[in-house]
């Protein structure tokens, strides 16, 4: 999850300093952030259903086929709208914490999810 709804989407619109782009335009930058992240959610749900169905030694093929849809939605998708005219030091150092908050997110979420997942055991049978 956290490749497909995180690192992908941000691959093709990393986050930016708040004051940086043009207020107009924050709305289709949503838009265009979530649409991804919807396409790449679907895309990998739908592999993986193909992954469960195949033996061992095909397994690879849903995976080449996700980075194959992926790859073309990257460059399907419009590029950012906003130029940006702030020094690149600072856009970068904002990229690069952005990342490691949004990362260090998603693997307290999947912490805490796997221990809750551990003390209600959901998988085992009452009968």
């Given amino acids: 999850m956290w490749f497909t ?12 300093p708040p004051t940086v782009g043009d207020g107009e335009t924050v709305v289709l930058r949503g838009i265009l952030y979530l649409t991804l992240i919807a396409i790449s959610g679907f895309l990998a749900i ?3 259903q193909i992954f469960k169905r195949l033996k061992a030694k095909n397994r690879i093929l849903p ?7 992926i790859s073309l ?3 399907v998708m419009p590029e950012n709208p ?3 005219s702030t020094s690149m030091e600072l856009i970068n150092g904002f990229r690069v914490v952005a990342f490691l908050t ?4 998603w693997f307290t979420l999947a912490l805490f999810l796997g221990v809750f997942w551990q003390k209600t055991n959901p998988d085992l049978s009452n009968t």
């Fill in 5 to 16: 709804l995180f690192v992908i989407p941000f691959l093709k619109y990393p986050a930016n």
């Fill in 46 to 48: 739908g592999f993986y």
């Fill in 63 to 69: 995976v080449i086929g996700y980075g194959v849809l």
């Fill in 73 to 75: 939605v990257f460059f």
């Fill in 82 to 84: 906003d130029e940006i």
């Fill in 102 to 105: 949004g990362t260090v997110f």
